[in-house]
């Protein structure tokens, strides 16, 4: 029996996605195509590669601080156990995150074949994609280092290509090539000759080996990131299926992509890479036009989502949050609406929506990094109305769920409930409100707001105070390790 250990590289930001796409509610688990967020989408097909022969354990995930709820809650939607959530405190490339799954995978005297795929990628055809991950993972069994390779359908200058050795056209066997050359992203002639010349692949970074036999190459080929990776993993803490790696032993670690460290390092060495082609209608969604390109369409190629209405449109994308959008006359247009910001781009251009958001990054603007509903372990909150010396919220708290004991320097807060049972700390009282009930909480109180109840609760706050960012918060207790 083949043991295998799935991982899902869930960084990345996907500014091009903006304004559905944010810093603290990135691309790869917002839902753009069917009804599960790209990550639901990406955990589900790796646990679907088990067979008679191939034993797929709960998935390692590779993330940031942030997002670490999120992506365990979204596991639980679709009722898959999280292995482990290797939590890094900044980022420095795939190179150091697969160096940290290797060191884990191999933590109990066990070497499964790992199965590397980023988080933010759609397919079309999964019972294709199974097939071609199955076969790589027999290849990777037997020490084997193998990349899928996705077919390519036209002349794409946004991705590296694979150059396939495929020895006048015959595999090593079948569907199984060796990798003769990484080429970096081609001018639009160039990759009109790949398309034409055949042999070249894109390269869709999923990747399938052995934990020891990445530690082994690179060792060979970018020791220092193994020893710098090797040092943060030492130094690690552990919450349960949460584990950190030394924060400063992580961040001197050089940052390097798989690519780079090692694998265009492989080809004609000790450690060959052979591909296994993917044909299972594969994207990245790395723009809005490649949005929509996968959603379904009218008659008119328009695909709209949410709210909708239009007349003599024709090849727009719409996708509408929290109102009524209205088209009249245009084509070739993406129009992405939130309940705080509006993007309008030609598909021609949506690669340049970046633009918006290094301005929004500049200004240090907060629609760069949140939406105004924002998750958290506990619920979300709801940024409804705001001034310049007061912010309404609407809160929702999951039932058994509580935030953290804290209090704020700069701002006092009124409490009504709405739905539900409210438990409240404030101060050395502890009350219970229900519905139509309130409270006040003075400045520099400490305070919490629980939920005792079984079905969610709901409350409306009125912040009042000369500031109201939500970084005025001094948490002394949480159950979710974020106390100060």
Same mark, same amino acid.
């Given at each position: 029996?083949?043991?295998?250990?799935?991982?899902?590289?869930?960084?990345?930001?996907?500014?091009?996605?903006?304004?559905?796409?944010?810093?603290?509610?990135?691309?790869?688990?917002?839902?753009?195509?069917?009804?599960?967020?790209?990550?639901?989408?990406?955990?589900?097909?790796?646990?679907?590669?088990?067979?008679?022969?191939?034993?797929?354990?709960?998935?390692?995930?590779?993330?940031?601080?942030?997002?670490?709820?999120?992506?365990?809650?979204?596991?639980?939607?679709?009722? !898959?156990?999280?292995? +482990?959530?290797?939590?890094?405190? &900044? *980022?420095?490339?795939?190179?150091? #995150?697969? $160096?940290?799954?290797? =060191?884990?995978?191999?933590?109990?005297?066990?070497?499964?074949?790992?199965?590397?795929?980023?988080?933010?990628?759609?397919?079309?055809?999964?019972?294709?994609?199974?097939?071609?991950?199955?076969?790589?993972?027999?290849?990777?069994?037997?020490?084997?280092?193998? !990349?899928?390779?996705? +077919?390519?359908?036209?002349?794409? &200058? *946004?991705?590296?290509?694979?150059? #396939?050795? $495929?020895?006048?056209? =015959?595999?090593?066997?079948?569907?199984?090539?060796?990798?003769?050359?990484?080429?970096?992203?081609?001018?639009?002639?160039?990759?009109?000759?790949?398309?034409?010349?055949?042999?070249?692949?894109?390269?869709?970074?999923?990747?399938?080996?052995?934990?020891?036999?990445?530690?082994?190459?690179?060792?060979?080929?970018?020791? &220092?990131?193994?020893?710098?990776?090797?040092?943060?993993?030492?130094?690690?803490?552990?919450?349960?299926?949460?584990?950190?790696?030394?924060?400063?032993?992580?961040?001197?670690?050089?940052?390097?992509?798989?690519?780079?460290?090692?694998?265009?390092?492989?080809?004609?060495?000790?450690?060959?890479?052979?591909?296994?082609?993917?044909?299972?209608?594969?994207?990245?969604?790395?723009?809005?036009?490649?949005?929509?390109?996968?959603?379904?369409?009218?008659?008119?190629?328009?695909?709209?989502?949410?709210?909708?209405?239009?007349?003599?449109?024709?090849?727009?994308?719409?996708?509408?949050?929290?109102?009524?959008?209205?088209?009249?006359?245009?084509?070739?247009?993406?129009?992405?609406?939130?309940?705080?910001?509006?993007?309008?781009?030609?598909?021609?251009?949506?690669?340049?929506?970046?633009?918006?958001?290094?301005?929004?990054?500049?200004?240090?603007?907060?629609?760069?990094?949140?939406?105004?509903?924002?998750?958290?372990?506990?619920?979300?909150?709801?940024?409804?109305?705001?001034?310049?010396?007061?912010?309404?919220?609407?809160?929702?708290?999951?039932?058994?769920?509580?935030?953290?004991?804290?209090?704020?320097?700069?701002?006092?807060?009124?409490?009504?409930?709405?739905?539900?049972?409210?438990?409240?700390?404030?101060?050395?009282?502890?009350?219970?409100?229900?519905?139509?009930?309130?409270?006040?909480?003075?400045?520099?109180?400490?305070?919490?707001?629980?939920?005792?109840?079984?079905?969610?609760?709901?409350?409306?706050?009125?912040?009042?105070?000369?500031?109201?960012?939500?970084?005025?918060?001094?948490?002394?207790?949480?159950?979710?390790?974020?106390?100060?």
């Amino acid at each position: 029996m083949i043991q295998v250990t799935p991982v899902i590289l869930c960084g990345g930001s996907g500014t091009r996605l903006w304004p559905l796409s944010r810093t603290g509610f990135p691309k790869q688990f917002l839902c753009l195509t069917g009804n599960e967020s790209l990550f639901q989408q990406a955990a589900q097909r790796l646990a679907a590669l088990c067979n008679d022969s191939i034993q797929v354990a709960a998935p390692v995930i590779v993330s940031g601080e942030d997002h670490r709820f999120l992506a365990s809650e979204q596991l639980r939607e679709v009722g !898959i156990a999280l292995g +482990t959530a290797l939590l890094e405190p &900044t *980022g420095r490339n795939t190179a150091p #995150a697969l $160096t940290l799954v290797a =060191l884990a995978a191999l933590q109990d005297g066990q070497d499964p074949v790992l199965v590397v795929t980023p988080a933010d990628q759609t397919i079309a055809n999964p019972a294709a994609f199974t097939v071609a991950v199955q076969q790589a993972i027999t290849q990777a069994e037997q020490g084997n280092i193998v !990349i899928l390779g996705v +077919t390519p359908d036209k002349p794409e &200058t *946004g991705y590296g290509y694979i150059k #396939a050795e $495929t020895s006048e056209s =015959l595999p090593l066997q079948a569907n199984i090539y060796t990798v003769k050359a990484f080429v970096e992203k081609p001018n639009l002639q160039t990759a009109q000759q790949y398309l034409s010349e055949g042999g070249y692949y894109w390269n869709a970074g999923m990747f399938v080996l052995k934990a020891s036999v990445w530690l082994a190459a690179i060792e060979q080929f970018a020791p &220092t990131i193994l020893q710098a990776t090797r040092t943060a993993w030492a130094a690690r803490k552990e919450d349960g299926a949460f584990v950190r790696p030394g924060k400063a032993e992580f961040e001197a670690i050089p940052s390097e992509s798989v690519d780079y460290a090692v694998m265009e390092h492989c080809p004609g060495s000790a450690f060959p890479i052979q591909m296994v082609p993917l044909d299972a209608g594969w994207n990245d969604l790395g723009a809005w036009d490649a949005v929509w390109q996968v959603q379904p369409k009218d008659a008119q190629g328009n695909a709209h989502v949410g709210d909708v209405l239009h007349t003599d449109s024709h090849n727009t994308l719409v996708h509408a949050s929290s109102r009524l959008v209205a088209l009249v006359g245009v084509s070739d247009l993406v129009v992405v609406e939130t309940a705080d910001a509006v993007l309008v781009t030609s598909k021609s251009r949506s690669q340049d929506v970046k633009h918006i958001v290094n301005q929004l990054t500049t200004q240090k603007r907060e629609e760069q990094t949140l939406h105004r509903k924002v998750h958290r372990p506990w619920g979300w909150y709801d940024s409804i109305d705001e001034g310049s010396r007061f912010k309404v919220k609407r809160i929702q708290v999951k039932p058994k769920a509580s935030l953290s004991l804290q209090k704020h320097h700069h701002r006092a807060e009124h409490w009504i409930v709405v739905t539900g049972t409210a438990e409240i700390t404030n101060g050395d009282k502890v009350l219970t409100l229900t519905e139509n009930q309130s409270t006040y909480i003075p400045l520099g109180e400490e305070h919490r707001l629980a939920n005792p109840g079984s079905i969610p609760l709901e409350i409306i706050e009125v912040q009042s105070g000369s500031y109201l960012g939500e970084d005025d918060i001094v948490r002394f207790e949480d159950t979710y390790g974020r106390a100060n």
